[in-house]
């Protein structure tokens, strides 16, 4: 079975600095997807970025990145010039590309929760 | 184009009601998969249905089970609610397409139910 962790429960960053928030997932299956989600107070889960593991080249979006490492089974998410809109429960979560694997289920992680400083 | 619309957003319920969820996914999407959210087991696959079937399966008990209407709609419904059923539950929808790089799931924004 496949099992995600996030270590980091809590995690601050001054407004306009960079922060990293870290996650390692365990898998036997060579094929998947790996996600940041983000949660803010309202609830609503809004995809952050996306990663394929085919994919070597590390995925970029706007001011989020990751650092996909494959060997490693780390997937690491970089939130550069960060935000007061950056607050937010972040969770890392994995899903199978196999054919003929659970398409639509999601496993994620504990989350971590991001405070920014004003 | 609307997003997933999770209905209703708040419930209150006493031990051993009832519960029926209700999630209406993107149009044009086929599969709505659902969550269990809550504080000490973080977020939890329950189910998931795509085109009326159900397709996925979490490590719920029985009393969890849902349906899909031909028009993609999805309704959950937990049987003889306990205390520890109170939690976020969180629907998302997506193409279901199998193995498709772009089958991203969008998610509703919750339903908020309370065991009393």
């Known amino acids: 079975a496949q099992t995600v962790t996030q270590s980091q429960p809590e995690m601050s960053v001054q407004e306009a600095e960079t922060v990293t928030l870290s996650c390692t997932y365990d898998?036997?299956?060579?094929?998947?997807?790996l996600f940041w989600y983000k949660q803010p107070p309202s609830r609503q889960m809004i995809l952050v970025i996306r990663?394929?593991?085919?994919?070597?080249q590390n995925a970029t979006e706007n001011r989020f990145s990751v650092n996909f490492q494959k060997a490693a089974k780390s997937f690491s998410l970089k939130i550069s010039d960060s935000q007061l809109g950056d607050a937010a429960m972040y969770f890392c979560?994995?899903?199978?590309?196999?054919?003929?694997?659970?398409?639509?289920?999601?496993?994620f992680g504990q989350g971590t929760t991001l405070q920014v400083k004003p | 184009k609307a997003g997933v619309t999770q209905t209703p957003r708040y419930l209150i319920k006493t031990r051993g009601q009832q519960v029926t969820l209700s999630c209406s996914p993107i149009s044009g999407h086929r599969s709505v998969s659902w969550y269990q959210q809550t504080p000490g087991q973080g977020l939890q696959f329950l189910f998931e249905?795509?085109?009326?079937?159900?397709?996925n399966k979490g490590n719920f008990p029985g009393r969890f089970s849902g349906r899909q209407f031909s028009n993609s709609r999805s309704e959950m419904n937990v049987s003889t609610l306990e205390l520890g059923d109170s939690a976020l539950y969180l629907c998302?929808?997506?193409?279901?397409?199998?193995?498709?790089?772009?089958?991203?799931?969008?998610f509703g924004a919750g339903t908020r139910l309370s065991v009393l």
């Open positions: 998302a929808s997506s193409l279901g397409v199998s193995g498709a790089s772009k089958n991203i799931q969008y």
């Open positions: 979560a994995y899903r199978s590309a196999m054919a003929t694997s659970n398409t639509g289920k999601l496993i």
């Open positions: 990663q394929e593991a085919y994919k070597q």
């Open positions: 249905y795509f085109s009326e079937t159900q397709r």
């Open positions: 898998t036997s299956e060579s094929d998947y997807y």
